[in-house]
Structure formats: structure tokens, C-alpha cells
């Protein structure tokens, strides 16, 4: 998914944004994804003055606090990390207004015929969309590993035109 600032934008998948977005210190888990060979290609080409401007229009740092780049770097990811997570649940709460509600679960065997154990299925996430006050529903689609490549698989495959919201 996409983090859009003003004057660039960055791309981070929805588990690692969701990592590095939580309640207290989230300094471990960022510093962890700075590591990511595709965020430090992304980082590396943010320009120095373009980043202190972004960041200078939150008026959370002061201009001394803004001269370190290296700590800039680590904010503006920390921002996009819970601008993504939350973009993700905006998104999921438009589709339940607008047309389909989102059924994100983790199931263990098939859910057609309750099957424990089915081989036909393996253990994970999965998703669907139903329609409130119809039987109709999309099939399911998974497995996957995380709640939050789920959601982002949802959205990536429904919900095509998001970034308009």
C-alpha cells in the first residue's frame, strides 16, 4: 500500500506498516523495518529538503530537531507506516457503506463443508465479501499468513480505485 505526502510517496505492505503502527514505543519495530532492502532504496531517494519541508508541516519537530536526516528518515516512516494502517481501515469501512461487507477470518479447514482437517484447504487467512441482507457472497480467497495481508489482498482485489477516497 501507499503512504502519499505531499512531495513523494512510499510503499510499505500492510503487515509490515501494521508492525511499526501500534499503541507505545514503536521506535524497535521501525528501526526493524529500515532494514528492508525495499524501504532503504525508498528512504535513500527522498531528498534531504524535501523531507525536513514534509515533515516541518506537522509542527511536531523544531528546526534543530529537523536537522538530523537520519532521524527524519526513521519519522516520515513511523507516519507513513500509520498513515497506511489507517488508509486500510477507511478503506474497509467505505466498502461496508458503499456496496460489500468485508468477512476477513482464519479458518482451518473449509468452510463450504466443514470439514476439520479438509487437505483441500490449508490453514490461514482468508477473505470474502458479502452482500448485508443477501445470501449471496464471493468465494473465498487465501490462505494468508497475517490478518494484515488479508485486508490488503482484499482491498488490492476489490476495492481497485481506493486511492480516490
Not at 512531495?7 to 532494514?35: K, M, N, T, W
Not at 457503506?97 to 468452510?111: H, V
Amino acid at each position: 500500500m501507499f503512504a502519499l505526502f505531499n512531495r513523494f510517496e512510499l510503499s510499505i505492505p500492510l503487515v509490515d506498516a501494521s508492525a511499526c503502527a501500534h499503541s507505545g514505543p514503536c521506535d524497535d519495530d521501525v528501526a526493524a523495518l529500515r532494514l528492508d532492502p525495499a524501504i532503504i532504496r525508498q528512504l535513500d531517494e527522498l531528498d534531504v529538503d524535501s523531507l525536513r519541508a514534509e515533515l516541518s508541516e506537522y509542527g511536531a519537530w523544531d528546526d534543530s530537531q529537523l536537522d538530523d536526516h537520519d532521524e527524519n528518515l526513521t519519522r516520515i516512516l513511523w507516519l507513513a507506516c500509520n498513515n497506511i494502517k489507517e488508509e486500510a481501515h477507511t478503506i474497509l469501512a467505505h466498502m461496508e457503506e458503499e456496496f460489500m461487507q468485508p468477512d476477513i477470518q482464519y479458518l482451518e479447514s473449509d468452510p463450504a463443508d466443514g470439514a476439520e482437517g479438509s487437505s483441500e484447504w490449508d490453514s490461514g487467512w482468508y477473505f470474502r465479501l458479502s452482500a448485508p441482507g443477501y445470501l449471496d457472497c464471493t468465494g473465498w480467497s487465501g490462505p494468508f499468513d497475517t490478518e494484515e495481508e488479508a485486508v490488503e489482498a482484499c482491498i488490492d482485489m476489490y476495492f481497485y480505485d481506493w486511492g480516490s477516497l
